[in-house]
């Protein structure tokens, strides 16, 4: 089983949908969840870490399911500009280092 | 205030050539990590900085691969003798403090091309 997993999309939305995607890790020893957004061609950037009483900012929801060790990300009225393909990242149990899935490519169109 | 900087942001080398790839830190951030990705496949973690020493080397694929980091700042990862399978792009990231709940900041990248 890979260490973080994701369904690589593409998701195909319309402007103004909802769209949710999960994400599965393997290592029950990870202290830490987030989620990066990643443009074409360009660095990942935070776009929000994951509590385990689940968070949201503003159009974003995430949640974390310790027992089934899986986290999701819900993000409403989707935009033009939320295009972006989307990291599920994890610590690697002890360490301060993350490891990344290969990440979800979403597509909103007009 | 200045981001992570990566130098140079493209690099296309011959097979067989070293390589070195440099990283400026966010001015202050102890942690300091580097990363490759291949086209389109997920980060790929290389090496760990915590300060000058390396507590987790355990990314590095191969003894081609090697990275320093001097005054607790400017990190080089060199590849010796490259390969084209070593065609990626080298993302660098640092974090003020190694807590596991500390953002990480990503250079643009260093897009290296082995013909």
């Known amino acids: 089983r890979k260490e973080v997993e994701q369904d690589p999309g593409p998701f195909n939305v319309p402007e103004g949908a909802t769209v949710a995607f999960n994400c599965t890790y393997s290592n029950s020893a990870s202290q830490s969840f987030f989620w990066y957004r990643q443009d074409c061609r360009k660095e990942p950037k935070l776009l929000m870490s994951?509590?385990?009483s689940g968070n949201e900012d503003g159009r974003f929801t995430a949640q974390l399911n310790r027992a089934s060790q899986y986290i999701s990300l819900l993000i409403r009225d989707s935009k033009l500009s939320d295009s972006a393909t989307y990291l599920c990242v994890v610590n690697r149990g002890g360490y301060s280092t993350l490891t990344f899935g290969k990440g979800t490519m979403l597509l909103v169109s007009p | 205030g200045a981001g992570v900087s990566q130098s140079p942001s493209n690099k296309v080398t011959e097979k067989g050539k070293d390589v070195e790839l440099r990283c400026d830190p966010i001015s202050g951030h102890t942690a300091l990590y580097w990363y490759r990705q291949s086209l389109g496949q997920g980060l790929e973690f290389l090496i760990y900085f915590q300060g000058n020493s390396a507590p987790d080397k355990s990314g590095l694929p191969s003894d081609r691969f090697s990275a320093e980091r001097t005054g607790g700042s400017v990190s080089t990862l060199t590849i010796q003798r490259t390969q084209q399978e070593d065609s990626a792009v080298y993302l660098c990231a640092s974090s003020l403090i190694a807590g596991q709940a500390d953002e990480q900041y990503f250079g643009p990248g260093t897009r290296l091309t082995v013909t």
């Open positions: 994951v509590y385990s």
